[in-house]
């Protein structure tokens, strides 16, 4: 038989899961202007971000 905190376990399984997709995509956004200040000029980076 299930028990009722399987729904709370999954949202907070699901809250875990989308919080860390959060900070993947924001460092893998930060390092892609990391490396293109690195590569580029000022003005290619901000025509990139533009």
């Known amino acids: ?8 376990d999954i ?3 699901n ?3 989308a ?3 959060t900070i993947f995509f924001i460092s893998l ?5 990391l490396v293109i200040s690195f590569v580029f000029t ?4 901000l ?3 533009i």
């Open 1 to 8: 038989m299930p028990t009722r905190n399987n729904k709370g």
């Open 42 to 45: 000022w003005a290619d980076w």
């Open 11 to 13: 949202d907070r399984k």
């Open 19 to 21: 919080i860390s997709l």
């Open 29 to 33: 956004l930060f390092f892609n202007f």
């Open 47 to 49: 025509a990139t971000l």
């Open 15 to 17: 809250v875990k899961l």
